[in-house]
């Protein structure tokens, strides 16, 4: 019979330690975590970017990723997105008792992997396990800490009339991965886009100041994320629809269940809004990267219509892109 967690897991003795000792600090192995402390001591030099995020995914292993790789996903996405380099992360886990303990050693064999992916160091963290039936196995929570990178300054009272809005790959690729992995909607498993952000936004970056602003478009999708830039301000943004990237088997299945891939989640893209004069070179620079070789220019920033975001249909007219009123997906992320 395969070993499962406990509430015995959860209380601070020998199996805690042991659960602490076999199934984390062998992979995340480093001086400030084998310490053990209440917190990490670390060196962090200069102004530091700092984020916190919580993943309830359900099911919690999809195609492409599982809620570990996802928690690691999730925070130093977070982090690139302020302009910093990603260093430390917390982790801090909710057990449910009945948890596989093989399930867990695969999701812990995920994190490890990807956190050295993305270049960052699990420091420190936590476990508590929950009675069966009030945890959805497992709950995880990362905070994260980055270091600014110099001449880099983000924040959209930067955007301006005339800049371009980037989109560093598909659209919606995440959302529409859980639906499938949930419900076997179809034969072709959609896989998720899942992965840490380093690389496309250094390629992004090197523009320093014709950067406005970056962000990841997680829950709400573009549409929501274009919403936040726009809401309260004094530029509109209008989108391409014909611009707009979707993989074939995505909006295949957008069309079949009535979702628009536009607030479908993405955890593997960036969308950025950059000076007009250096848009195409940071395409042509994204596109030799394996992780947004399709991306695109999808909008511009305008005058006219402020606090709005359009598109601009292949049909000819515009509508307004708004927020949703409700939850096209619950527990994505």
Same mark, same amino acid.
């Given at each position: 019979?395969?070993?499962?967690?406990?509430?015995?897991?959860?209380?601070? %003795?020998?199996?805690?330690?042991?659960?602490?000792?076999?199934?984390?600090?062998?992979?995340?192995? *480093?001086?400030?975590?084998?310490?053990?402390?209440?917190? &990490?001591?670390?060196?962090?030099?200069?102004?530091? &970017?700092?984020?916190?995020?919580?993943?309830?995914?359900?099911?919690?292993?999809?195609? %492409?990723?599982?809620?570990?790789?996802?928690?690691?996903? $999730?925070?130093?996405?977070?982090?690139?997105?302020?302009?910093?380099?990603?260093?430390?992360?917390?982790?801090?886990?909710?057990?449910?008792? %009945?948890?596989?303990?093989?399930?867990?050693?695969?999701?812990?064999?995920?994190?490890?992997?990807?956190?050295?992916?993305? %270049?960052?160091?699990?420091?420190?963290?936590?476990?508590?396990?929950?009675?069966?039936?009030?945890?959805?196995?497992?709950?995880? *929570?990362? &905070?994260?800490?980055?270091?600014?990178?110099?001449?880099?300054?983000?924040?959209?009272?930067?955007?301006?009339?005339?800049?371009?809005?980037?989109?560093?790959?598909?659209?919606?690729?995440?959302?529409?991965?859980?639906?499938?992995?949930?419900?076997?909607?179809?034969?072709?498993?959609?896989?998720?886009?899942?992965?840490?952000?380093?690389?496309?936004?250094? &390629?992004?970056?090197k523009y320093g100041e014709?950067?406005?602003?970056?962000?990841?478009p997680t829950r709400g999708?573009?549409?929501?994320?274009? *919403?936040?830039?726009?809401?309260?301000?004094?530029?509109?943004?209008?989108?391409?629809?014909?611009?707009?990237?979707?993989?074939?088997?995505?909006?295949?299945?957008?069309?079949?269940? $009535?979702?628009?891939?536009?607030?479908?989640?993405?955890?593997?893209?960036?969308?950025a809004i950059v000076s007009?004069?250096?848009?195409?070179?940071?395409?042509?620079?994204?596109?030799?990267?394996?992780?947004?070789?399709?991306?695109?220019?999808?909008?511009?920033?305008?005058?006219?219509?402020?606090?709005?975001?359009?598109?601009?249909?292949?049909?000819?007219?515009?509508?307004?892109?708004?927020?949703?009123?409700?939850?096209?997906?619950?527990?994505?992320?």
């Open positions: 019979m395969e070993e499962i967690i406990s509430m015995s897991h959860g209380n601070g %003795g020998k199996k805690t330690s042991l659960l602490i000792e076999k199934m984390f600090l062998s992979r995340f192995n *480093n001086k400030e975590l084998n310490i053990l402390g209440d917190g &990490a001591i670390l060196n962090v030099n200069g102004r530091i &970017a700092f984020s916190t995020d919580s993943f309830v995914i359900d099911p919690i292993f999809f195609n %492409g990723g599982d809620i570990g790789k996802l928690s690691v996903c $999730g925070t130093v996405n977070d982090l690139l997105m302020c302009g910093s380099r990603p260093k430390y992360l917390s982790l801090s886990l909710i057990l449910e008792e %009945g948890l596989l303990l093989s399930e867990l050693e695969k999701i812990a064999d995920s994190i490890s992997e990807t956190a050295k992916k993305a %270049g960052v160091y699990v420091v420190t963290g936590d476990t508590k396990v929950v009675d069966k039936g009030h945890g959805h196995k497992i709950y995880i *929570n990362t &905070a994260g800490i980055g270091e600014l990178k110099d001449g880099i300054s983000l924040g959209r009272d930067r955007i301006e009339n005339g800049d371009k809005v980037i989109i560093s790959g598909s659209m919606g690729n995440h959302g529409v991965s859980i639906l499938c992995s949930r419900n076997n909607f179809f034969e072709t498993n959609i896989p998720s886009d899942c992965t840490p952000l380093n690389k496309v936004t250094d &390629a992004i970056l014709s950067v406005k602003i970056l962000r990841d999708g573009v549409a929501t994320t274009l *919403n936040e830039f726009t809401e309260g301000m004094k530029f509109s943004i209008e989108l391409y629809e014909d611009k707009l990237p979707i993989d074939k088997d995505v909006k295949t299945a957008c069309d079949l269940l $009535g979702i628009d891939p536009l607030y479908s989640a993405n955890e593997g893209k960036v969308l007009a004069d250096i848009a195409d070179n940071i395409i042509s620079d994204l596109r030799k990267l394996e992780d947004s070789y399709n991306a695109e220019i999808i909008g511009e920033v305008k005058a006219a219509n402020s606090g709005k975001v359009l598109l601009n249909s292949i049909y000819g007219g515009k509508r307004i892109i708004d927020k949703l009123s409700f939850d096209q997906l619950p527990r994505i992320c």
